[in-house]
Nanobody, 123 residues
Framework: QVQLVESGGGLVQPGGSLRLSCAAS????????MGWFRQAPEKEREFVAG????????YYSGSVSGRFIVSRDNARNTVYLQLESLKPEDTALYYC????????????????WGQGTQVTVSS
C-alpha cells in the first residue's frame, strides 16, 4: 500500500514557475514508477510526466516537454515536478500516481493516486 500526498500548487502568473512535490508513505516507494497527471475543468485527465524507479528514465507529454522536469529522491520517498514557463493552459489539478510501468500514459495502469494539488496560471 502506498499513500501519496501532493503539495506545492498555487496561483502563478504566466511565465512563472512552481515546484510540485509528492510525498509517499511506505517502504516500497523505490519499487514504483511514478507519474504526474493533470485534469482541467471539463477535460479528461492527461499524462504530464513520468519517471522510472531509478530516475534514469523520464517521460514527458509533448505539451510540457522542455518546460517541466520530473525527478525523484528515493531516500526521501518523494517525486517532484518542476514547472517552468507556465501558461494559462497549464491550469489544472495535478496528481501524482504510482504504478508498475514507467512512462505509461494510461491512468488505468497506475495503482495509487494522490488527492491532487491545484495549479492556476493567471495574470
Amino acid at each position: 500500500q502506498v499513500q501519496l500526498v501532493e503539495s506545492g500548487g498555487g496561483l502563478v502568473q504566466p511565465g512563472g514557475s512552481l515546484r510540485l512535490s509528492c510525498a509517499a508513505s511506505g517502504r516500497t516507494f523505490s519499487s514504483y514508477a511514478m507519474g504526474w497527471f493533470r485534469q482541467a475543468p471539463e477535460k479528461e485527465r492527461e499524462f504530464v510526466a513520468g519517471i522510472g524507479r531509478s530516475a534514469s528514465d523520464t517521460y514527458y507529454s509533448g505539451s510540457v516537454s522542455g518546460r517541466f522536469i520530473v525527478s525523484r529522491d528515493n531516500a526521501r520517498n518523494t517525486v517532484y515536478l518542476q514547472l517552468e514557463s507556465l501558461k494559462p493552459e497549464d491550469t489544472a489539478l495535478y496528481y501524482c500516481a504510482a504504478g508498475a510501468f514507467a512512462g505509461s500514459r494510461r491512468s488505468g495502469q497506475y495503482d495509487y493516486w494522490g488527492q491532487g494539488t491545484q495549479v492556476t496560471v493567471s495574470s
